[in-house]
């Protein structure tokens, strides 16, 4: 625990101007990011007599072990780079809302030559239209399926649009009147992106155009006595009003607007937001998050203004936004929300009327959400508390392990021989900081070296990035005791333990690859691999982070230097909770070891040619009907296909003629040989008959 006092600027440092500010922790992970009108009088608030802070404030600045500052010329863009900040590092300490699902949208993809209507979940892309968010998907399906009687736009896949391009006849939609059918050429493609247009705007609330227009030719249908067009035009009509219908009208005809109500208590708070569009409620999504600094129902709607408008522009900024109180400063954000939509955005807290009834039924949901929320975690808390102190107290550990690190080894009676590390934070899964290992420093089957390796190589990119940052003074020596190499001889890149997910970058201040070190290390197996998981340790001098294994056969908790077990009670949530955390890590390891192997039976002579990717693969295969065939080819003739040079061609020639093999293609099913002259057979597909070389999966057991 830090004392602020320790890294308290000096006076006279800080800036009396607006700016946002960044706590970092004793790693330089970001903790916390704030904005400030003045810097100066809003940082003097962290270093005051500590008994004087909110409880959780008072964590943040104790956590923290250094504070930097960015000015700018406006609160408008303190709050943009706050914004900025709080997404790129994911700080701990800020109010960050956590959706509760994934809502789903109506997206019209007017970006493409023939726009499609369709379900669309997660970011959303440039050019395309949504409409929502929608609770449910088939809500969405009801909508769409009442509406193209009267637009019948496309919604089919690209893959069934190409297939029915190609053989000139439409989908089931285009025979039944559900769909103008594009694909064959019933309309233009201009004509299809009016009725696009004419769809959109219809989902934007503007209904009354619509039912006006067919109403008037309904008459006109009627009156020249076409009763059949005019039959049509009344269920169309009655079709749409009955799309309408979904939706209550809650405010007048032109109202655009969204409401945000927040319901909370001392330690957590729920959003909910309402969209109205056209005086009907489009769509409802909610928000729940941890209060982890002293913060005002004010700062939680701004905050809530944040990840809602974030990424938004346009109309997907309401004119009005109604909130149950205003930021301080209000002008900033909603300055910042009119620079987004384009326009004039009002922010304000309504007070009378349709608006404010609407308001309160926002407000009680909000709460009924807050009160499930609760209900559902309330348990999990506790016994996630309770499951960290009984394994501190079985341990013998100074305190609650906060992040558990475990490691497991998997192969194939010696084959692919990979591990994996999983982490686990306050009793939670951290996937992003899962990594997996190929063990690569011997071959063969020997668990406990492979842990050996795994615990070195993962402590050892630990140790470097400490001796980067200065905060490791024995570092080069332990590395050199643990390889036998000096620190700069000792690789620090490593493919196979490339992160899980791109947003991991090793910028100052963000994620990085085995940065952070874990208060336990635990590892699956008993006695001999525990040792192992220590001597690493040891020989990279590393002696503060506990190590224990967990042993499938009596669930027994195995320490270093002990020749007997740790014995937790079957019905301890301490033991739960390692054996949730070593069953993770065999089901990464052994997902990540099937991968491998299955990658391997897959492989063909192709894919030793350095260059070839898998587009002229299949060109190569496309144009010779099989690898025999190609193999038989000259270098003019693999020439011919496009994208093939002479260098190239050479390049496969020579690999093809060193992977030849005598050994016959076998069906290991039915025990006959195949020629792989038969068409469309391409090396390296799932369907490729087994070779003798290569059996497709020896019987043994998976570790």
Known sequence: MADPSSYRP?????????????????????????????????LANYFQDLSGLHPRTRTMVTTAASVEWTVVSTEVEALQLEYSWIKEYDPRFNVKYRDDKSYPYLAVTMNEEFPRVQVMRGHKKKGVRYFGPYAHAWAIRDTVDLLLRVFPVRTCSAGVFKNAARTG??????????????????????????????????????????????????????????YERAARLRDDIEALKKAMEKNAVVLADATDADLIAVAEDELEAAVQIFHVRGGRVRGQRGWVTDKVEDVTTGA???????????????????????????????????????????????????????????????????????????????????????????????????????????YDISHLQGDDVVASMVVFEDGLQRKSEYRRFQIKGFEGQDDVRSMHEVITRRFRRYIAEKERTGEWTDGENALAGATGTPLVDVPLTDATEAPLTSSLKDDDGRPKRFAYPPQLVVVDGGQPQVAAAKRALDELGIDDIAVCGLAKRLEE???????????????????????????????????????????????????????????????????????????AATIEQICEVPGIGRKTAETIAVALARAASPAPAVNTA??????????????????????TGAPEERRGQET
């Open 169 to 226: 006849r439409p989908c089931l939609l285009g025979y039944i009147g559900k769909c103008s059918a594009p694909c064959v050429g019933r309309v233009s493609a201009e004509e299809h992106g009016e009725l696009s247009e004419e769809f959109c705007d219809f989902m934007a609330g503007r209904t009354g155009t619509y039912l006006r227009r067919l109403e008037k030719q309904m008459m006109e249908a009627a009156e020249e006595m076409e």
């Open 300 to 406: 939680l709607v701004e905050h809530a203004l944040q990840q809602l408008y974030g990424e938004e522009r346009g109309d997907s900024v309401p004119k009005e936004v109604l909130v149950p109180a205003l930021p301080e400063p209000v002008e900033p954000v909603q300055e910042w929300l009119t620079e987004r939509r384009g326009s004039n955005v009002s922010l304000r807290i309504p007070q009378r009327g349709d608006k404010k009834a609407l308001m309160e039924t926002v407000e009680r949901n909000a709460q009924q959400a807050l009160v499930l929320h609760k209900t559902r975690r309330a348990s999990d808390l506790t016994t996630r508390s309770r499951a960290l102190e009984e394994i501190a107290e079985a341990l013998d550990l100074d305190s609650a392990p906060l992040r558990i690190e475990c």
């Open 670 to 691: 039915t025990g006959e040989i195949i020629d792989d002259e038969e068409p469309g057979t391409t090396a390296g597909s799932p369907g490729d008959p087994v070779t």
């Open 10 to 42: 000096k006076p006279g440092q800080i800036p009396d101007s607006p700016g946002v500010y960044r706590f970092r922790d004793e790693h330089r992970r970001v903790i916390y990011v704030g904005k400030a009108k003045s810097l100066r009088q809003r």
């Open 557 to 631: 908790v195995w320490v270093p230097d002990d020749d007997d077990p740790v014995v937790l009670p079957r019905s301890s949530e301490g033991l739960y909770l390692l054996q949730r955390v070593r069953d993770e890590a065999h089901r990464f390891a052994i997902t990540y070891q099937r991968t491998k192997r299955a990658k391997r039976f897959r492989a063909g002579p192709l894919d030793d040619v350095p260059g070839l990717g898998e587009t002229r693969k299949q060109a190569l295969i496309k144009h010779f009907g099989s690898v025999k065939r190609l193999r």
